[in-house]
């Protein structure tokens, strides 16, 4: 562990041997996310990210879900911490917020149905949700294959066994802040 008098030596290093270095803090590690539900908080971010900046808020967000073509402002908000480790509260004018650590969804491929990436990164053909490539006609007759498990179901079902797992190894890497093999280390040896 890393005192406060060794960070601050490390952060003022110009050089290392004849080598110009660059220091510059982590981006996720030194800070946290935390979930926190107030439905009277309905300030601009701008403004809460003022007024709570003594608490360390740097950043904040609502959560957002689609209902009926319409995105309605959502009672949960996100707010960033500057700080490695979330705090149990925070105030905002006359409310006491609890605050929880927040765990994002998964980040899934629409077409390839994995998890772990995104589309945008997508190279492979596109398959449908019988796992082969798209039908011409688009109007599929094979039963539904989750490609992730080979079950018979949906590939973003929740009941899904390697949805699960994926779920709490972000869940581990978001609570104790490593890496993702670390996290899938720690959830394997725990789950037979």
Sequence with gaps: MVNKCQSL????????SEYPVSVQQHRTLNSSNG??????????????????????????GRLTMRRNGDVP???PQV????KPNLPDRVGAGIHRLDVCAFIPQLMRCFKWQRFGHTAVRFVRQEICVCIFETHED???????????????????????????????IQEVMILHKISYPEARKIVSSRTP
């Design 9 to 16: 030596k490390v952060q003022a290093l110009k050089k290392i």
């Design 35 to 60: 979930a926190v539900v107030c439905r009277v908080l309905n300030c601009a971010e701008e403004e809460i990210i003022e007024e709570m900046s003594s608490q360390g808020v740097i950043h904040c």
């Design 73 to 75: 402002p959502s009672a």
């Design 79 to 82: 707010f960033t911490f500057n």
């Design 138 to 168: 688009n109007l599929c007759k094979d039963p539904t294959v989750c490609i992730n498990c080979k079950g018979h179901h949906n590939w973003h079902s929740r009941n899904c066994p390697v949805h699960k797992l994926e779920t709490a």
